[in-house]
């Protein structure tokens, strides 16, 4: 009796041991199983921190942050930024992953329409570049990445990204845009509905796994003068090789 309660309990930790092999090759070696994983992971992490009152938008970790540069005034609305601006580094945070493939959902919800449209058209407007697919959703829960507000005058920000990565995979779990209304809305500082996408699609840049460069990009750190440009694709390109999905 007891060699068969040993050898039944063998084959259980066999088993088990297998379970945790065979999933931690799936989870490694299958981009969709991985993606998947994450998001689940985020969802149980974010109904905790709801449970216990935390507020994202007030952390204080700005490990996996990226922000827009320094918020120009009307006089510069219609002027191309300038060299100061070109080579600012006062917010060029770098990015700690991308998503395990080239596609993630997006819940877009500011209550406002105006910056509701820019988001759509910059989501478009990536999505047109077959190097990234942000896929609408009308949950938010079952988003990888959520577009929403702040309202900071304490920001020079116009919009800002926070990002949560898989410490293992170096794989986001999560994405959640700042688009500043303070700034974006307000007549006075000169942002056009061609800035504010332009805006837009920065953020979304970062939230695809894109940092700031100092050349002729979307991705410039001032944020708001430039719409996707060629490199920029060919960025999202590289940094997604290896996972695509077609």
Do not use: C
């Not at 993606?35 to 507020?55: C, F, H, P, S, Y």
């Not at 988001?119 to 990445?145: E, H, R």
């Not at 990565?165 to 170096?170: A, E, F, G, K, P």
């Amino acid at each position: 009796m007891n060699e068969i309660n040993f050898i039944f309990r063998l084959l259980k930790r066999i088993f088990i041991i297998g379970l945790l092999v065979g999933g931690g090759w799936l989870y490694f070696n299958d981009a969709q199983v991985q993606a998947t994983a994450n998001q689940t992971a985020w969802n149980v992490r974010d109904r905790i921190a709801k449970l216990i009152g935390r507020d994202d938008t007030s952390s204080n970790d700005n490990s996996n942050l990226h922000l827009n540069d320094t918020n120009n005034g009307s006089s510069k609305s219609d002027q191309e930024p300038t060299t100061e601006q070109q080579t600012s580094t006062q917010t060029s945070i770098p990015s700690t992953g991308r998503w395990a493939t080239n596609q993630a959902t997006v819940y877009v919800n500011t209550n406002n329409a105006q910056l509701d449209a820019a988001t759509n058209t910059a989501i478009q407007s990536w999505n047109q570049t077959g190097a990234f697919t942000f896929k609408p959703v009308n949950n938010q829960s079952k988003a990888d990445i959520v577009v929403t507000t702040m309202n900071r005058s304490d920001s020079n920000a116009a919009g800002l990204t926070k990002t949560s990565s898989n410490s293992l995979t170096r794989r986001f779990m999560h994405a959640t845009v700042y688009l500043n209304t303070y700034y974006l809305t307000d007549p006075s500082y000169g942002y056009s509905q061609e800035r504010i996408v332009n805006t837009a699609e920065h953020e979304l840049g970062h939230a695809i796994g894109l940092d700031h460069t100092n050349a002729v990009s979307v991705m410039q750190p001032a944020g708001s003068f430039y719409t996707i440009q060629p490199d920029d694709v060919q960025a999202v390109q590289k940094l997604y090789t290896n996972n695509k999905i077609e």
